[in-house]
C-alpha cells in the first residue's frame, strides 16, 4: 500500500511538471507528442 501511495505522489509531481511544461510552450508539447505518435 504504501508503495502505491509513494508511486502516486512521484507520478503526481511527474505530471504537475509536465502541466507546467505545456502551458509554458504548448507548440513545443504538440510538436513532442507528434513524435511520440
Do not use: Q, T
Request: hydrophobic share 45%; glycine share 2%; aromatic share 10%.
Amino acid at each position: 500500500m504504501k508503495k502505491i501511495r509513494s508511486f502516486y505522489l512521484i507520478s503526481n509531481k511527474i505530471g504537475a511538471k509536465y502541466v507546467d511544461a505545456i502551458l509554458k510552450n504548448p507548440k513545443r508539447f504538440l510538436k513532442i507528442i507528434s513524435i511520440a505518435e
